[in-house]
């Protein structure tokens, strides 16, 4: 008996006591060593099956370990070389924020400037106005001494 599923001896003891006819003896015996050879190529197939599945994946994980190994520099070479790209994006965009908010600052800055100088022109026509109004009474006041002497 091979100790595996029904015990071998125990199918041909319950065969042998069924005293059946030789014939149907036959061909269970057949059948049995057929069902028994069955299982030994099944049993067979699986040990190669799974001794073939050890061996891949043992193929695969150092195949793994190799590409990793040979990837693992570029990997990081490229990683770096992102990450200082990320990096010179965001100076970058800080500095183009930068620039924009000086060009705000010079903007409201020319806009003060003007509006001063506007308001200093206005002031300086008004003085210049005043100027010709005081000339033109020191003239009036010098003509009309003149005429108070000569009268």
């Given at each position: 008996?091979?100790?595996?599923g ?15 006819p030789?014939?149907i003896?036959?061909?269970l ?8 050879e069955?299982?030994r190529?099944?049993t ?8 073939k ?5 043992a ?5 793994r ?12 070479k490229a990683?770096?070389?992102?990450e200082?790209a ?7 965009e ?8 000086r060009?705000?600052?010079l903007?409201?800055s020319?806009?003060a400037i003007i509006?001063n ?6 002031e ?9 109004r005081a000339r033109d009474?020191?003239?009036?006041a010098?003509a ?8």
């Open positions: 008996s091979s100790g595996e029904v015990g071998v001896g125990d199918t041909e003891r319950a065969v042998m006591e069924a005293q059946l030789p014939g003896v036959r061909i015996q057949d059948t049995l060593a057929r069902s028994r069955a299982e190529t099944a067979t197939a699986a040990a190669a099956a799974t001794s599945l050890s061996a891949l994946t193929e695969t994980e150092s195949l370990r190799r590409v990793g190994q040979r990837l693992e520099p570029e990997l990081a990683r770096a070389l992102l200082t990320i990096e010179r994006f965001e100076r970058a800080r500095s183009e924020e930068d620039m924009r908010e060009t705000r600052g903007r409201a020319n806009e509006r100088t506007e308001k200093m022109a206005v300086l026509e008004a003085l210049r106005g005043a100027e010709r009474e020191e003239r009036s010098a009309a001494a003149a005429r108070a002497r000569a009268e």
